[in-house]
């Protein structure tokens, strides 16, 4: 079954960009991902699925300052204009038969 | 609006059985099939189990085969996650999500598994 490989930790200033990276294993490179936020106490939230063309479509209410993009078995969140309220978790996901989650990103807001 | 509702967590001892529910409005429930995942204590996510929208298809994270049991009450929109045989590791937050994709999640429930 696929691996999900993230960094456990970011950090980024408010207003600037971040990157976050999710790159699936070997085999796997083609896999539809999803990306998903979680604050601390609150429910988890989807965020948009990626295809391995980069083509992706986003959850209902989520801001255009997020955005998701593909790169061979990479598959990236980037969040533009960082507000405070960015500060979370971010976990990737994808599927095949079971679901499999990647280890998540703590981002901070500096 | 969609929203998905868990409840049934509580603290149980080693060995024990729980139930918990998770009961769903604003959309058609019958029509998306149903995670469970959850978070242990300072972990991260973990799915758990998955069900299709009829009920047809189940499929679990292999540490939980055996013991616990996912189903359905499409008349009274309710998603339900049987657990028997519960360990220590097995605390955590469970959560629902609708559909494949997760795209919508409940606030959780917490079962704590201890004597």
């Known amino acids: 079954q696929p691996v999900l490989t993230q960094s456990s930790s970011a950090s980024a200033s408010l207003g600037s960009s971040v990157k976050l990276t999710c790159t699936l294993s070997?085999?796997?490179?083609?896999?539809?991902i999803a990306w998903h936020q979680h604050q601390p106490g609150k429910a988890p939230r989807f965020l948009m699925k990626?295809?391995?063309?980069?083509?992706?479509i986003k959850g209902s209410g989520v801001p255009d300052r997020f955005s998701g993009s593909s790169s061979g078995a990479d598959r990236y969140l980037t969040i533009s204009n960082l507000q405070s309220e960015d500060e979370a978790d971010y976990y990737c996901?994808?599927?095949?038969?079971?679901?499999?989650f990647g280890g998540g990103t703590k981002l901070t807001v500096l | 609006q969609v929203q998905v509702v868990e409840s049934g967590g509580g603290v149980v001892q080693p060995g024990g059985s729980l139930r918990l529910s998770c009961v769903a409005s604003?959309?058609?429930?019958?029509?998306?099939?149903m995670h469970w995942v959850r978070q242990a204590p300072g972990k991260g996510l973990e799915w758990v189990a998955f069900?299709?929208?009829?009920?047809?298809?189940?499929y679990y994270e292999d540490s939980v085969k055996g013991r616990f049991n996912i189903s359905r009450d499409n008349a009274m929109n309710t998603l339900y996650l049987q657990m028997h045989s519960l360990r220590v590791e097995d605390t955590a937050v469970y959560y629902c999500?609708?559909?494949?994709?997760?795209?919508?999640w409940g606030q959780g429930t917490l079962v704590t598994v201890s004597s």
């Open positions: 069900i299709g929208y009829d009920g047809s298809r189940e």
């Open positions: 604003g959309f058609t429930f019958s029509s998306y099939g």
């Open positions: 999500a609708k559909g494949e994709l997760k795209d919508s």
């Open positions: 990626i295809e391995y063309s980069g083509s992706h």
């Open positions: 996901e994808t599927w095949d038969r079971v679901w499999v």
């Open positions: 070997s085999g796997h490179s083609t896999y539809i």
